[in-house]
Structure formats: structure tokens, C-alpha cells
């Protein structure tokens, strides 16, 4: 759990189910009855590419990510507070709409941000979300 200065904080860098980690945790719990979950990307967990050129399904794998990261730090995807959503194209946008719908209730959406970028960590990777979640 860390140090004496850090036990209210809980790291789970790789939760079961989710691709490894470089450098960073999945998920951390922190006070104030938070997780903030790290970007997740649409690797299965085999660290292998899902959808490589589709969009839908990297967004889906993306959700499945943000789903297993949640339940290991006891939240679920309805208490997801923050989105933020990194796209390489724009014209994803309508897909990631029908995942994220499929995964959230849409008359409770979080609140939540939209950042086209040039590319992400992997050229392959369309899409990227963190988020942060009530506990």
C-alpha cells in the first residue's frame, strides 16, 4: 500500500484481466472516496491490440478496460464521475457514443472531456480514456 505518508492511497497497478503495465497503476484509490483510473487503451489482457482497424471495437475493449480497473478498486461504471477521451479522428466520435451506452446509463452520464490528439502511445491505438469514479 506504500509508505507511512501513503496509507490512505491504494495502488492496484495490474488489476486481473488488464494488459501489463509500464510505469504506472490501472487504478488508485485515494481519500475523499475516489479512484482515478489511468488512461486504458484497447489491449486485451494479453497486452494484445483489439480492433486494429476498428474503431467500435477498440472503444469497446477500451470500456472492458475501464470496467475491470473499476471493480478492482470496488467501484462499478455507474459511478463514474469523469471521462476524459483522447480520439485520433473525429469521425470515431458516433462510435465511442453507442459503446459508451452501452456501458453507462445514458441519463446519468458523467461529466466529461473530448481531446482529439495526433496519436497516441502506439500508432495502431484510436482511442484512450481514463476516469475518475465515486466509491
Not at 509508505?3 to 481519500?31: M, W
Not at 470500456?63 to 485520433?88: H, M, Q, S
Not at 482511442?127 to 475518475?132: K, T
Request: aromatic letters at 6%.
Amino acid at each position: 500500500m506504500g509508505d507511512k505518508d501513503q496509507s490512505d492511497i491504494a495502488h492496484y497497478e495490474r488489476p486481473e484481466g488488464l494488459p501489463p503495465v509500464n510505469g504506472y497503476s490501472h487504478a488508485v484509490a485515494f481519500t475523499g472516496r475516489m479512484v482515478a483510473v489511468s488512461g486504458q487503451v484497447p489491449l486485451d489482457a494479453d497486452g494484445t491490440l483489439v480492433g486494429e482497424d476498428d474503431a467500435e471495437a477498440q472503444i469497446r475493449q477500451v470500456f472492458v478496460n475501464l470496467v475491470a480497473a473499476l471493480a478492482a478498486a470496488g467501484a462499478t461504471p455507474d459511478r463514474i464521475v469523469k471521462l476524459t477521451v483522447f480520439l485520433t479522428d473525429l469521425a470515431d466520435l458516433a462510435a465511442f457514443r453507442r459503446v459508451r451506452d452501452e456501458f453507462l446509463a445514458p441519463q446519468r452520464l458523467p461529466a466529461c472531456s473530448l481531446v482529439r490528439v495526433a496519436g497516441l502511445v502506439n500508432p495502431a491505438f484510436r482511442v484512450e480514456i481514463d476516469a475518475l469514479a465515486a466509491i
